[in-house]
């Protein structure tokens, strides 16, 4: 069984980049045309919300797989839908693995011994999409209730050859108030970090990746570059770029020499890029597509141009392993 | 609106006890009776499995609903079954509540702006059960990521008259690792529980509890002692009696001298009580909701005896105000 990391780097070495693009869709800023197919639709006022999720989930899938090796699709957003949600949110998912691309469910989950096992086991189907509910390649987690609570998401990743990501340093302010503490070890995230290293050791595949992975801020590019340090085989995700303000200079300190070992995420400011500057100068709603994918050309064209991303071979010159 | 304290000890003064329990159902563990019903249903493994678990959910609820004020629905079972799981945790929440039970959705969600915006929104329903996708009293919630990623909660259980439980302490033994690390203001859930104390502020209702709760484990009495001196006005919720081997005496520090301010949780020793001691002496799985009952009943009695619950008037002698 190949591994998560050797599936992940397989598919970056193929599309030529780190990008991995969140899907993140919000009713106020789809579409019109999306919104208007949706109301034709029967059901509740949630049904169709999810239904207009779900094709506009799909919509971009199919403008960002060519070009990007990964999805991170964001839970709560369809959660907030309910059943018709969770429904929209499989179907996307299913969807994005059928292009090929590496998912990343974004949910955050977190809890001890065997609720932990049912999050793992919900998540957690890894290479293949059918072992288990939700066809996620990896799973963002929460460190808070300390080791035994990763050690079970660890497990059945191996298991699976799926990945976790767990929290060692978010990309919002207030991750400062506790992420940061100083304590006897450095700050507490270096704890959280040190934790992370030890149940990555001896789990990595011939890309010199193991499947236990750390979420770290662009935002905080000296954090970053402490923690790539700290954790030289763990594979990162990157979120910040974009919407949330860092450069892709920012994210140079995630990536190995050869570009390798760190996902950047970029959601709203390519999800919506229609509605931002510069894309807005060029596009409208009817041609939002061809917005999200300037702003995704752009996004990886920004990455190879200050990262050793530049590394990594352009799509169609390499053979999958 | 009432508030989500007034409510909560509205229904803990009618019961006469701060027992909540928690809704954790496993397939190996369910009575024979249940999983042969859902066998004969139509569906997927999935989708019938789905169905014994809200079948099971709803039979617990019959049991327990004149005995305790609220119960506890462990999301992460539900969410392992995919979508029918999602549909089975809808209709067991929805049960609860007509049955005039509080029901606090056991999902440690966490996340940044509007994402836990989103969360928030899809659980938090508060007083009216249609105000959102999930129709839950209150919700645990993860502070890893710090104070702006709870703020959102805050917010919207306040407008909604719904609760939130911030995990400060948690009963497991790899709690220790992070939560309890030593900083210059004390161990860092000291740190946590400071925060939840500032946005508790200023948000009480007629007995004088706010709508900001915290979750910390009866497993650590210690702690649990100087929390609650630490959170006078913060609703407590105490896992960890029962399977996790904390007795009542631990939990008393938990409640005010009117044996307000606090909800014991049992869940495994109370949905399975006829495979455990003493209950197995006496019941069978043909009998499992009598078992049910007796756990129940037993653990009533047991925090009456060792905690000021014992103030706490019996049922039928007070009218809910």
Redesign the interface.
């Known amino acids: 069984m190949a591994s998560y990391a050797d599936r992940l780097h397989d598919r970056i070495l193929i599309k030529g980049t780190p990008v991995v693009v969140g899907i993140?869709p919000?009713w106020d800023l789809l579409p019109e045309a999306v919104q208007i197919a949706s109301a034709g639709s029967s059901g509740t006022i949630?049904e169709r919300t999810a239904s207009a999720f779900e094709t506009f989930g799909k919509l971009l899938i199919d403008v960002v797989a060519p070009l990007v090796p990964a999805v991170k699709p964001?839970v709560?957003?369809f959660?907030?839908?309910?059943?018709a949600?969770?429904?929209a949110l499989?179907a996307v998912m299913r969807y994005a693995r059928q292009a090929g691309l590496i998912v990343i469910a974004d949910a955050?989950?977190?809890?001890?011994?065997?609720?932990?096992e049912?999050?793992a086991?919900?998540w957690l189907a890894g290479e293949d999409p059918e072992a288990a509910?939700?066809p996620a390649d990896a799973l963002t987690v929460?460190?808070?209730?300390?080791?035994?609570?990763l050690e079970p998401f660890v497990s059945c990743a191996r298991s699976r050859g799926a990945g976790v990501y767990v929290?060692v340093r978010?990309?919002?302010?207030?991750?400062?108030?506790?992420?940061d503490?100083?304590?006897?070890d450095g700050p507490?995230f270096e704890?959280?970090a040190q934790?992370v290293r030890e149940l990555a050791a001896a789990e990595c595949g011939s890309h010199q990746y193991g499947p236990v992975g750390a979420v770290v801020g662009a935002t905080w590019p000296d954090q970053l570059k402490t923690l790539r340090q700290q954790l030289p085989r763990v594979p990162l995700l990157i979120p910040g770029y974009g919407s949330q303000g860092s450069s892709a200079s920012q994210c140079a300190a995630a990536f190995d020499d050869a570009g390798l070992g760190a996902l950047i995420n970029n959601s709203r400011a390519i999800n919506f890029a229609w509605l931002h500057k510069p894309w807005s100068d060029q596009f409208d709603a009817h041609h939002w597509q061809d917005a999200v994918q300037a702003a995704t050309r752009a996004m990886i064209a920004d990455l190879a141009l200050h990262t050793s991303a530049s590394q990594l071979r352009p799509a169609g010159s390499r053979t999958p392993s």
């Open positions: 993140d919000r949630q964001q709560a957003f959660e907030q839908l309910g059943v949600g969770c429904r499989h955050k989950r977190g809890d001890i011994g065997s609720t932990a049912a999050y086991d919900a509910a939700w929460n460190p808070w209730l300390g080791r035994d609570s929290l978010t990309s919002n302010p207030g991750a400062a108030d506790f992420q503490r100083p304590t006897s507490l704890c959280v934790v």
